[in-house]
Nanobody, 125 residues
């Protein structure tokens, strides 16, 4: 059971990055997928999530309109397109998989059972 993120890097403010997460080791078709981030000295915070079949997406207010989450055709991949990046978006970003009970649970990290190791995103001003 493994989640592997890729696509992080250094970008100037206003730029874009696309993060990807590939899941392996089991069937992921029934799992919701999400992205979280944790800046130094801060708690892990929700960024975006998508339902198991891709019919609903969820975003934190701080990224709404700038970030887009999507699932791959094979259902075991999830991407996060990040546009109009800001210095405050700087953090390691973590991919997660789980089965949230209802809409409100998509925003909570305990709803996710599996986590990747993270990929660093750094936005310079």
């Amino acid at each position: 059971v493994q989640l592997v993120e890729s696509g992080g890097g250094l970008v100037q403010a206003g730029g874009s990055l696309r993060l990807s997460c590939k899941a392996s080791g089991r069937s992921w078709s029934s799992y919701a997928m999400g992205w979280f981030r944790q800046a130094p000295g801060k708690e892990r915070e929700f960024v975006a999530a998508i339902t198991w079949n891709g019919d609903k997406t969820y975003y934190d207010d701080s990224v709404k309109g700038r970030f887009t989450i999507s699932r791959g055709d094979a259902q075991n991949t999830v991407s996060l397109q990040m546009d109009s990046l800001k210095p405050e978006d700087t953090a390691p970003y973590y991919c997660a998989a789980g089965r949230p009970w209802s809409d409100s649970y998509y925003y909570n990290s305990p709803s996710y059972d599996y986590w990747g190791q993270g990929t660093q995103v750094t936005v310079s001003s």
